[in-house]
């Protein structure tokens, strides 16, 4: 039935061009956009779950920032502690010369204070930004520690994050390591043997901090390559949930073209009806 009151042809194809129209407007702005999910009305779900892991790779980035402090801290006080054990070896050296009756005590012993004040010097000097895991107080304010944080782990999609720490204890070589108090002076050779006695238990000691402070570097640094590339694929998650498939999005635009054409023509169409009906009462 043809009406002059309503025009049921028209109707449907003006619906069928608002739907393509809004399709296509959705498909043009993920386009220009980049995003298929940007808001929470385009999938309420995906964007809440988007949004929970961008605030995380947030918080990993800036935890990658804090293991990179971490890691040259210790690798500060690592280097130190490697000086420490060379001028440790080499006032060995010079102890051992003073074994034998024949030589200058005393000249050996002012050369090994002078090495003694060079290790009160490194150990003084092995700080990062304040921080010194050589010294008896690590920063300024009583701490024997110095802890960084590690990661952020989450206990299901709602659970709030607990922070994990790794924690560096000082080596304190400033009473550990205290050569001008607890090395004997030398003046013969039998204050020589006394001396390199002692100065083996500082050199153990040396060298098991150094060992110690290198271990926390590699787990440090292993840490920051771990958050690094967990930050990155929680990245590509992302991405994969709210990005636009470029070429999806392509052939999508160029189909809803040619149905707006489409439903353009069938208005067109659909509204000449009327006029073609006029021809009957001429």
């Known amino acids: 039935m043809t ?31 980049g995003k298929r999910v940007g808001s929470a009305s385009d999938n309420a779900a995906v964007w809440a779950i988007s949004k929970t892991m961008e605030s995380d790779i947030a918080g990993f980035n800036a935890i990658s920032d804090a293991l990179a402090v971490g890691e040259a801290t210790v690798s500060v006080a690592s280097a130190g502690a490697e000086q ?4 440790l070896t080499e ?41 010194n895991l050589l010294a008896a107080d690590v920063d300024g304010n009583g701490a024997t520690s110095m802890g960084v944080l590690a990661s952020l782990d989450r206990v299901g999609a709602t659970g709030t994050p607990t922070p994990t720490n790794i924690t560096v204890n000082t080596l304190d070589f400033e009473t550990n390591v205290d050569l001008a108090s607890n090395l004997t002076t030398i003046t ?54 709210t990005d636009t ?13 040619t149905q707006q054409q489409l439903a353009v023509q069938s208005l067109s169409i659909a ?12």
């Open 84 to 87: 420490v054990v060379e001028k």
């Open 3 to 33: 009406s002059i009151l309503a025009n049921g042809g028209a109707m449907v194809a003006l619906q069928t061009l608002q739907s393509v129209n809004n399709n296509l407007t959705d498909a043009q702005n993920e386009i220009s956009t």
């Open 91 to 131: 006032i060995k050296e010079l102890i051992v010369s003073a074994q034998s009756e024949n030589v200058d005590h005393s000249k050996i012993q002012d050369a090994i204070d002078k090495k003694i004040a060079q290790v009160a010097a490194i150990v003084g000097a092995a700080q990062f930004n304040g921080t």
């Open 188 to 241: 013969d050779s039998a204050t020589a043997a006394t001396a390199l006695t002692e100065v083996e238990g500082f050199i153990s000691v040396a060298i098991d901090g150094a060992a110690q402070l290198g271990a926390d570097t590699a787990r440090l640094k292993d840490q920051g390559e771990f958050v690094s590339k967990l930050a990155d694929s929680m990245t590509l998650g992302v991405s994969s949930m």
């Open 271 to 282: 509204n000449s009806a009327p006029e073609t009906m006029m021809q009957l009462f001429r």
């Open 245 to 257: 498939d470029m070429e999806e999005a392509s052939a999508r635009l160029k189909a809803l073209q």
